[in-house]
């Protein structure tokens, strides 16, 4: 099992940016396909983005193409997002995730540790 742990959210406005970090223990990060996941209050938990072993394949939510960029630095077993052009709808607890294998996925159940999550508010 891989210990993860999310850091980087907080508080901006619309049209803002923001980075979030993961950071991984317990095994070595390129072994993973990793991914982002968000849930706002009353609503389901939703795929964001999600990266293979070596950061050359990388998937997203419609919603966040061509704002929202994921990366890995496997040399720090650390995994990001980076976040432009927020909007209110982006508020939510983020959270990062790992797969079991070294591919990315677009489906929770494939995903084996989870973070704790960080959360993320944009005002209007």
């Known amino acids: 099992q891989v210990q993860l742990v999310e850091s980087g959210g907080g508080l901006v406005q619309a049209g803002g940016s923001l980075r979030l970090s993961c950071a991984a223990s317990g095994r070595t990060l390129s072994n993973y396909g990793m991914g982002w996941f968000r849930q706002a209050p009353g609503r389901e938990r939703e795929f964001v983005a999600s990266?293979?072993?070596?950061?050359?394949?990388?998937w997203y939510v419609d919603s966040v193409k061509g704002r929202f960029t994921i990366s890995r630095d496997n040399a720090k077993n650390t995994v990001y997002l980076q976040m432009n052009n927020l909007k209110p709808e982006d508020t939510a607890l983020y959270y990062c995730a790992a797969v079991r294998g070294p591919f990315g996925s677009t489906r929770v159940d494939e995903y084996v540790d989870w973070g704790q999550g960080t959360q993320v508010t944009v005002s209007s």
């Open positions: 990266i293979n072993w070596s950061g050359a394949g990388t």
